[in-house]
């Protein structure tokens, strides 16, 4: 079946420092992948998204590029602000009659010092 | 534009009881999907909506069910409320493919005592 694997958390980070958040997934076919932010008592919000190898999705300095050769989808960002303090999903979405089908990651909890 | 809308935004119910949760999507957005997250399974599909049909299910127990009506507002309902119910139920619209992204509401946290 499809899987998604997040690299555990917590990650703590300063102030500017670079953030790596690693995800690699399992599907077949030709999944769209996604990543999404979680912030306290709130749902989720899509942060980028990439659907078709090679793809890189990029919104408010956060990256990551479909890499299809390594099934992987990791997430960047250059300096780390303490409001990106949250937690961060990796999912897919299988395509074909995977309709409204979201697989998540387990998440991964990004908390942010001054 | 108005978001994902859920309701209501918390809520008790007692084991055995049911409860119904309603999502009102995106305008023009026409699927609507349902998940349950809790610590301990993370972010789980229940099912999906799409024109008023369930095209997709997860594999949750027939207590879980859902329908959407024809202006793509959806309602869950589950019967027979058990403890582990306890959770963040959470809705998704999308336009009609599913590439495009969901967009979520904020939720509603169902506690069972």
């Known amino acids: 079946g499809n899987s998604v694997t997040q690299m555990e958390g917590p990650v703590t980070l300063s102030e500017e420092a670079f953030l790596t958040i690693n995800c690699t997934y399992t599907?077949?076919?030709?999944?769209?992948l996604f990543w999404y932010v979680q912030y306290p008592g709130e749902g989720l919000q899509l942060l980028l998204k990439?659907?078709?190898?090679?793809d890189k999705g990029s919104n408010k300095g956060f990256e990551a590029t479909y890499r299809k050769e390594t099934t992987s989808f990791h997430l960047e960002k250059g300096s780390v602000q303490v409001s990106d303090s949250a937690v961060y999903f990796c999912?897919?979405?299988?395509?074909?009659?995977?309709?409204?089908?979201?697989?998540f990651g387990q998440g991964t909890i990004l908390t942010v010092h001054p | 534009k108005a978001g994902v809308t859920q309701t209501p935004r918390y809520l008790i119910k007692t084991r055995g009881q049911q409860v119904t949760l309603s999502c009102s999507p995106i305008?023009?957005?026409?699927?609507v999907s349902w998940y349950q997250q809790t610590p301990g399974q993370g972010l789980q599909f229940l099912f999906e909506y799409f024109s008023e049909t369930q095209r997709n299910k997860g594999n949750f127990p027939g207590r879980f069910s859902g329908r959407q009506f024809s202006n793509s507002r959806s309602e869950m309902n589950v019967s027979t409320l058990e403890l582990g119910d306890s959770a963040l139920y959470l809705c998704?619209?999308?336009?009609?493919?599913?590439?495009?992204?969901?967009?979520f509401g904020s939720g509603t946290r169902l506690t069972v005592v």
């Open positions: 999912a897919l979405n299988a395509g074909g009659t995977s309709y409204g089908k979201l697989t």
């Open positions: 599907a077949t076919g030709y999944p769209s």
């Open positions: 998704a619209s999308s336009f009609h493919r599913d590439s495009y992204g969901y967009t």
């Open positions: 990439a659907t078709k190898a090679d």
């Open positions: 305008s023009g957005h026409r699927s």
